[in-house]
Antibody, heavy 119, light 107 residues
Framework: DVQLVEAGGGLVQPGGSLRLSCEAS????????MGWVRQAPGKGLEWVAT????????YYVDSVKGRFTISRDNAKNSLFLQMNSLRAEDTAIYYC????????????WGQGTLVTVSS | DIQMTQSPSAMSASVGDRVTITCRAS??????LAWFQQKPGKAPKRLIY???RLQSGVPSRFSGSGSGTEFTLTISSLQPEDFATYYC?????????FGQGTKVEVK
């Protein structure tokens, strides 16, 4: 079975940093684009970033450009999101997702990890 | 950016009702459109991809249709486990965008 397990969330002060990780299993991780989607408390879903299979292409929503960096380690079946200069509006549950063509597009989701930015 | 607008934002329905949710894109997204169901405290679950393809394991009472700028998600006979929030999303171009969600509540 496909599993995506996120870790690394927590409470951080405004301006601080956090690194999220997602460990994948049950599929050929290196064969898929991957991404992050977030959901602020009581709000809708927002795409954050995606990364190509070999890490050569990365895309971000405008609100996180220059602050967040998506990366991956295919040898360890792991996806990462380095979040710097965090703001209160980054408070959300962050989900690790598969991405790619029609079939892979947000097909699998992790359970999510909560990031709270507050002083 | 492509804006995705769902209607209605919320609705009340009864078990057995036929439910239709609409998603409109501000630009042509062809069939790069998926539908998700989310229950409180849970991760979203994909129901439909490529506008009309049913995700494996999803009951056949769910169906999707449309292309271009107008799409619909239909639940042919609402079941108790279908009370949830539904989202559409386009992946035709970046930034990927979601509709605001449609909450289906008990009437």
């Amino acid at each position: 079975d496909v599993q995506l397990v996120e870790a690394g969330g927590g409470l951080v002060q405004p301006g601080g940093s956090l690194r999220l990780s997602c460990e994948a299993s049950g599929f050929t991780f290196s064969g898929f684009w991957m991404g992050w989607v977030r959901q602020a408390p009581g709000k809708g879903l927002e795409w954050v970033a995606t990364i190509r299979q070999d890490g050569s292409d990365k895309y971000y929503v405008d609100s996180v450009k220059g602050r967040f960096t998506i990366s991956r380690d295919n040898a360890k079946n792991s996806l990462f999101l380095q979040m710097n200069s965090l703001r209160a509006e980054d408070t959300a549950i962050y989900y690790c997702v598969t991405y790619g063509g029609y079939e892979a597009m947000f097909q699998y989701w992790g359970q999510g990890t909560l990031v709270t930015v507050s002083s | 950016d492509i804006q995705m607008t769902q209607s209605p934002s919320a609705m009340s329905a009864s078990v057995g009702d036929r439910v239709t949710i609409t998603c409109r894109a501000s630009q042509d997204v062809a069939i790069y459109l998926a539908w998700f169901q989310q229950k409180p405290g849970k991760a979203p679950k994909r129901l439909i991809y490529a506008a009309s393809r049913l995700q494996s394991g999803v009951p056949s009472r769910f169906s999707g249709s449309g292309s271009g700028t107008e799409f619909t998600l239909t639940i042919s006979s609402l079941q108790p486990e279908d009370f949830a929030t539904y989202y559409c999303t386009q992946h035709k171009s970046y930034p990927l965008t979601f509709g605001q969600g449609t909450k289906v509540e008990v009437k």
